[in-house]
């Protein structure tokens, strides 16, 4: 059965200039988001942040039958196992891995955290202008109050001053998790207030993806993937500060994903003269700390295969094939940036 999900626009699209459709190109073979993931360096720990920070709980994952269910626990680090079919979809092998999904209110994509075992990985924390770095976005009911508590907690902090300072789309303040991957923290305006229908901090979430180059980007979001965009800006300023530079400017193109209306906004930086650290591209591995993750639903998987080939797209699953599940077949490509796109073709029901 085809999946449909469904969110709120974000508040954030305030200065959003509105552009023209896309080049004409095929139909979007994606069909919507199972989750957003990310590799943990200790998933106990990074559950536990994203827990007491923003009331995140476990969750089910979305092939694990009815979202009814139980979800599921974390599976202590001795249990993590080896699985031939998954040494081939991330190009892993010799690994043992665990997984962790997790549910954020009002979100209606997943949240899933990776942990691999037994094979070499890199740790180097992302900065905001850094080519395949990635933000998680929750807008949430009060700021402060969970800056306060990510205070107490000893969450770095990347936004200059140390503080939510004001933007046109509300006040935010940029933060890391304990594996240093990024977190913006959003003060939701009343509209998008009036709209949540769940309790809970988390009002809304969406995801940041820095890039080297947007026109090469969109490329691939939207020409071969079909991502719809719905609008581009200049950032300068005061929003410049709160990804942690004095200066320098910054383009959008925000995108939703097709079958849904989940957020996505491409960031290109124009840094200012000696930045300290400079810029620096990212080449993802999946077990890396910090990797991230887009996993799709897409339908007529072998032909976007072929389109992604004949694009000059890389793939990281082995031989550019996928792998056979009951409940899909499975395949990861990547994305100009390093950033790892799973397409998933479920079995049909």
Known sequence: MRRRFLARASAAAIALTTVGPAPAHAASPVRGIFNWIHGTGNAER????????????????PFAGSAAAAPEPIRPAAQAGPDPLVWDLTDTHGSRFRTVFMRAPNTPFGLELSEFFDIARSDRAPNPWDPGASTLVFTVRD????????????????????TAITTPGGRAVLVRDPDGCLIEVRQALPPSLAQAREPGDVIETSIGVTVASLSRAREFYERLLGFAVTGTRTVRGTEMRLRGLS?????????????????????????????????????????????????LEVSGLDALIDRTKRAGYRFLSVGAKPIQRPFGRFVFAIDPDGVLVEFVEPTAR
């Open 46 to 61: 990074a559950f536990a942040f994203y827990h007491d920070m923003f009331g995140i709980e476990l969750a089910r994952s």
């Open 247 to 295: 200066g320098g400017t910054l383009t959008e193109a925000a995108m939703t994903v097709p079958g849904t209306a989940v957020r996505i906004v491409l960031s290109e930086f124009t840094l200012p003269t000696a930045t300290t650290p400079p810029a620096k591209r990212f080449d993802w591995k999946l077990q890396d700390v910090g990797s991230p993750q887009f996993q």
């Open 143 to 162: 700021v402060d109050a969970v800056a306060a508590r990510l205070k107490a907690r000893g969450a770095p902090v990347m936004t200059l001053g140390g």
